[in-house]
């Protein structure tokens, strides 16, 4: 297979587990919670009485859920969207790095990491339910998500920066040909 072609098989796996979740499990655990995002969908973080008020609107069959096939796919999710982003960076960093860009573009791990840590955090959180949660449990967990949001930020507006300069590249490098 060519790197060509796995990338692409890579980025295809990454959107369908994204799709799944985007589409299924994260609305049904909406509908489970009364309407209230679930964590995973509040990029911004969640205080002590907002995660109080989730775990108590949500239902038996959404805490199952979410901590059964969402936090499944969320357990391949991060590491697809890790590698998918480092392989691009690497790519569109070599006009500007060369092979050394690998070691820049290894940020892209630092998504995955703190996803993981997320979901590792999530779970104990619904674990415990609206009886147990501590407010060092949601801090914590608020503070991965706030981690997962603002390096996932970084690394997603890089790659798409990167990308229009090489567009804008190849396409005046094609102008410039066509006057030739």
Not at 132 to 142: E, I, K, P, Y
Not at 166 to 175: D, E, I, N, T
Request: with cysteine; aromatic share 14%.
């Amino acid at each position: 297979m060519t790197a060509r072609l796995a990338f692409w098989f890579l980025a295809g796996a990454t959107i369908v587990v994204w799709l799944f979740m985007v589409l299924l499990t994260l609305p049904y655990i909406q509908q489970q919670a009364g309407g209230l995002a679930p964590f995973d969908l509040r990029p911004l973080g969640y205080s002590f009485d907002e995660a109080k008020a989730f775990l108590s609107a949500l239902s038996p069959e959404g805490k199952a859920y979410y901590l059964g096939p969402q936090h499944w796919l969320d357990l391949f999710f991060p590491g697809l969207i890790a590698a998918t982003l480092y392989c691009a960076l690497v790519v569109l960093l070599r006009p500007y790095m060369g092979g050394s860009g690998r070691f820049v573009a290894a940020v892209a791990a630092l998504v995955a990491i703190f996803d993981w840590l997320e979901n590792s955090a999530v779970a104990a959180i619904l674990n415990a339910g609206p009886d147990g949660v501590t407010a060092d449990m949601v801090a914590a967990a608020s503070r991965w998500t706030l981690l997962k949001s603002g390096v996932s930020t970084v690394v997603y507006t890089a790659v798409l920066v990167l990308a229009v300069i090489a567009g804008w590249r190849l396409w005046k490098r094609r102008q410039s040909a066509d006057l030739s």
